[in-house]
Nanobody, 124 residues
Framework: QVQLVESGGGLVQAGGSLRLSCAAS????????MGWFRQAPGKEREFVGA????????NYADSVKGRFTISRDNAKNTMYLQMDSLKPEDTAIYYC?????????????????WGQGTQVTVSS
């Protein structure tokens, strides 16, 4: 089992940057592929991106590709989401999640552990 805590959210102007962190408890963090999701008011939770156990493979939603970068530091039990060129439509609560399977997936229902979320607000 792993517990996840996101941080780094806040208010930023359009075009700005933020870096979110997802800190994991336990020594098994390195065994989990990880993902980032987001949920805007009145909308369903959507996939942002995912990273494999070693950090060597990532994939992203088309809406963030080229602007967001996911990375992880297994020695620090932490995953990151670097968000650049932010747009007002990126405003949402951002969640990190751990997937106990061996492969990356964009399907939220295949993630077993979730953080509490961190708010990101992008002003125009």
């Amino acid at each position: 089992q792993v517990q996840l805590v996101e941080s780094g959210g806040g208010l930023v102007q359009a075009g700005g940057s933020l870096r979110l962190s997802c800190a994991a408890s336990g020594r098994t963090f390195r065994t989990y592929p990880m993902g980032w999701f987001r949920q805007a008011p009145g909308k369903e939770r959507e996939f942002v991106g995912a990273i494999d156990r070693s950090g060597g493979i990532t994939n992203y939603a088309d809406s963030v590709k080229g602007r967001f970068t996911i990375s992880r530091d297994n020695a620090k039990n932490t995953m990151y989401l670097q968000m650049d060129s932010l747009k007002p439509e990126d405003t949402a609560i951002y969640y990190c999640a751990a997937n106990s399977r061996t492969y990356l997936t964009a399907r939220a229902n295949l993630y077993d552990y979730w953080g509490q979320g961190t708010q990101v607000t992008v002003s125009s």
